[in-house]
């Protein structure tokens, strides 16, 4: 048994490529879920497809309407926009898992209804043993329950047994030509009877997926490597699907390769790396992360790193996927998105920067007319030097702050408003109170008169203890221009301060 045998995409009967992204709402989103999520919306708009959005929600102990809600922010800040699934609609709606109830007993009867699957009554504790007395390195179930006579069904039944229905897998092997990897086999009997539903009746993932793929008529699966190992089960259960009249047709397989974290081992949840939201809460542009991400697996070009959403879709094709582990290097997730930050108008980048200034307290919301004033001659400053949005906060704090909430950093005035410090403190104190016009050419030209002419400094040791006294901190916007936006009077003032 096998899907179709091709070696690029799209195929899937020449239909139009319809993709889905289907995360379950458990726990934080993983920066693997983005990687999935990308790569399937890359392919569908390169492809003119359909990209399809549903929430596999029938784990009802862990899923959770946080982490479903925490799903759709990311999808949203990321801009990976559906064309089907919550919030939008479409014509196989509805897309949440736990709303298709009727579709998964429907699927369920008529497969019971045919000779693709059977009841079984066995316990875990009863197939672990068999397993164990046979000496087999078979894991999952053993078939046992495969031919029941009437006789054996009778008993379990009066035993007050409840089954569960296990698909029974052919004979033979499975093979399919992956995307990603290329042809993939494997021999069915290492691949054992799977259960589709509890003993209860409710519906389990081994049913549901393939079931709302094949009635969303996907046509292209791209997923992780985790998944491979399930894929033959998926694919005789398709198979099944179509003879009881509900699937038209056995999707194109691709499964991306695995994302490493330290020491080589899979990026886990627990790993800091791993949590998606994390990283716009640290200011992260979405383009950055996502051509990051991109890298995971894919380049655009041998010799090119950077690129525009725009750009990936024009030239993504899964089949140029590398079936390779990649490893997540948080380092160069910082530099690809520094190049993006270095890419935006100081106007997109005021724009971007607001809502975490507003977070951290720097400006009020909404923000007054000064501040916005304020914050429009500052923003220049530190545009070219920050790396991540959160980061325009600690730098521009002191411009925005009371007087009577302003403090210095400790070790910063540890290390730079101590006795050396001091007499530097006091000569740029008085040299700024003489001068008749505050501008930033005048500041410099008098600063550096005192302290590299007047005193023999170097301008490092000249001006780190006006910076720490003035900003409260050693890393601060350019010091002159500093200065001159702080004003005289408070310039003045933060300088006596940090004499007294």
Known sequence: MSTPDTTTAPHAGERPVRVRMAPSPT?????????????????ARHHGGTFVFRIEDTDKERSTEESYAAIID???????????????????????????????????????????????????EEAAARRKAAGSKVQGYDGFCRELTPEQ????????RRPVVRFRMPDGSITWNDL????????????????????????????VNPVDDALMQITHVLRGEDLLSSTPRQIALYE???????????????????????????????????????????????EGLLNYLALLGWAIAADRDVFSLEEMVAAFEITDVVPNPARFDLKKADAINAAHMRQLSVEEISHRVLPFLKRDGVVGDPVSEADAQLLELAMPLVAERINKLAEAGPLLSFLFVDEAAFVVDPEDAEKQLGETGRPVVQAAHDALAALPTWSTDAIQEA?????????GLKPRNAFGPVRVAVTGRRISPPLFESLELLGRERSLGRLQRALD
């Open 180 to 207: 990603v990897r290329g042809e993939v086999s494997f021999e069915t009997e290492f691949v054992p009877d799977f259960a589709l539903c509890r003993a209860n009746g409710d519906p389990l993932y081994t049913l």
């Open 240 to 286: 099944a699907l179509k003879a009881v009249g509900i699937a038209e047709l056995t999707p194109q397989f691709g499964h991306l390769p695995y994302v490493m974290g330290e020491g080589n081992k899979k990026l886990s949840k627990r790993d800091p790396e791993a949590h998606a939201l994390a990283y716009r809460d640290q200011g992260y542009l979405p």
């Open 27 to 43: 726990g934080s989103p993983h920066v693997g879920l983005v990687r999935t999520a990308l790569f399937n919306w890359a392919f």
């Open 74 to 124: 990311l999808m949203r800040w990321l801009g990976l926009d559906w064309d089907e699934g919550p919030e939008v609609g479409g014509p196989f709606a509805p897309y949440k898992q736990s709303e298709r109830s009727d579709l998964y007993a429907d699927a369920l009867e008529r497969l019971k209804a045919s000779s693709f699957t059977y009841d079984c009554y066995c316990t875990n």
């Open 447 to 455: 600063l550096q008169a005192a302290l590299v002419e007047g005193l």
């Open 153 to 160: 069904v009778a008993a379990f039944v009066d035993d007050g």
